[in-house]
């Protein structure tokens, strides 16, 4: 108990003083704890009330931390509804610092009102009932409180920072993983790339050298790429169109002082058609009727290309006979076996489609012919010596022919025979003449005019 003060107060001398207790009475507090036959008055009236403080008041007849607890448990209920507009006004002025979902119920108020309230007074009456008492003064408590939820607030945004940190290192974390194999997958595409440059760039560079090696050949071998083949090998015909209107060309003999064929033709753009005569010792033995038409001009930039399809029609034949032998030939019998004989001879027909091809060999100086029909077969080379100064006017052919009709055949019946022939140009597209030497036999001197 505080002691008594007993200075003498002299109203004579200091006047009446101002005394609250005889205005207002006793305060509330002072009756309170006032005691009654030892008792204290919150233990006998249980529950208190008051405008400036806070109380809990908790009993038990357990113990005296039974009694504590219940204390504390009283002194929350009372001041709950404070505690949560502290916590409510704390939580809108950290608002930009918390997450949007954060409330009241985030803080758990129970364990942080709790965290700094201490027992005031505690007693044990004679029944052993203990008895415990919480007192606060409002803005004390409201001080305690608002510091305890500033101490929560601070902790709860330090770990909702963390828990962002985290989520912000584990995507980070994600995003570099997702970088790196971006990174691989482009350093894999960026290589497939780079093999695909790689390729292209030598494939380019391949065809620079082809194109270089097209334009040294065109280069070097341009007299004889300005050379285009004759319309006519030696016997057969090439792939080749006239460039003249009108051509004229005939075979004569030396040895027997005798033409051996005529031969006269027209031409124009794709398209050529000649009529031939042959003949042996002044005798008309084989005549012939040669339509053409150029299905491919001279295609290619190093080797030339030219393709040619025809039709000729074997128009008559004639064979010198024996006196005597035209009259057994004209009767019906012998008529009908000849006509017999041709009919199951395929070779005895008198027309064919023929296919002529020429390709140009620069490197060589060459043009390779091919000739086809029903009766022959016929392969030459013409070979021009003196390109670059002479061009086409001195030319040399070589061709082998595979005779599959015995009626075209040569004397001696050879299925197979090489022919040769010089030609020479004297005056381009008009005037040529060749030596030539045909059949395993003769020597020819052939004329071409061209008009």
Known sequence: ???????????????????????????????????????????????????????????????????DDDARLRFAQYVEVSVQSIATQQIAENKDRLEENYNYESLVSTNMNLRAVKITERYMTEDSTFHSLIRYGKSEYHNLVTEEIKISLET?????????????????????????????????KQAVIDSLDHILKMEE??????????????????????????????DAPTASIPDSWFHLAGRWNPDTKEFRQFKAGISLWLFSAEANIWG????????????????????????????????????????PTPPGAVLESATFD???????????????????FFISGTVGLPQYNNHISVYADKRKFSVAHIWYPFPRNM?????????????????????????????????????????????????????????????
């Open 156 to 188: 709860d945004i330090r770990k909702q920072e963390m828990a962002h940190q985290a989520r912000e290192a584990l995507r980070a974390d994600s995003l570099r993983h997702k970088l790196t194999m971006d990174s691989l997958a482009l350093g894999r």
């Open 280 to 319: 042996t010792e002044s005798l008309v033995d084989q005549s012939d009727l040669t339509v053409k038409l150029q299905l491919l001009p001279e295609r290619g930039e190093i080797y030339p290309v030219s393709l040619a399809l025809g039709w000729i029609s074997y128009l008559d034949e004639y064979t």
């Open 205 to 234: 560079a391949k065809q620079r050298q082809e194109q270089d090696r097209i334009d040294l050949i065109k280069n070097q071998y341009a007299a004889f790429l300005a050379i285009k083949p004759r319309h006519v090998l030696i």
């Open 1 to 67: 108990m505080p002691k008594q003060d007993t200075t003498r107060f002299d109203r004579e001398v200091h006047g009446r003083p101002f005394d609250l207790e005889e205005i207002l009475g006793p305060t509330p507090v002072n009756e309170i704890f006032e005691t009654k036959g030892g008792v204290p008055l919150w233990v006998k009236n249980g529950e208190l009330k008051s405008d400036t403080v806070y109380y809990g008041i908790g009993k038990s007849i357990i113990s005296q931390d039974e009694a």
């Open 391 to 451: 061009g086409d006017a001195i030319s040399i052919i070589n061709q082998a022919d595979m005779i599959q009709s015995p009626e075209y055949r040569n004397r001696f019946d050879d299925e197979i025979q090489w022919q040769f022939g010089l030609r020479f140009i004297a005056m381009p597209n008009r005037f040529a003449t060749m030596i030539s030497y045909e059949d395993h036999e003769v020597w020819m001197l052939n004329f071409e005019f061209q008009y």
């Open 334 to 352: 012998n008529v009908i076996e000849r006509v017999s004989d041709e009919l199951e001879d395929p070779y005895s027909q008198q027309t064919s």
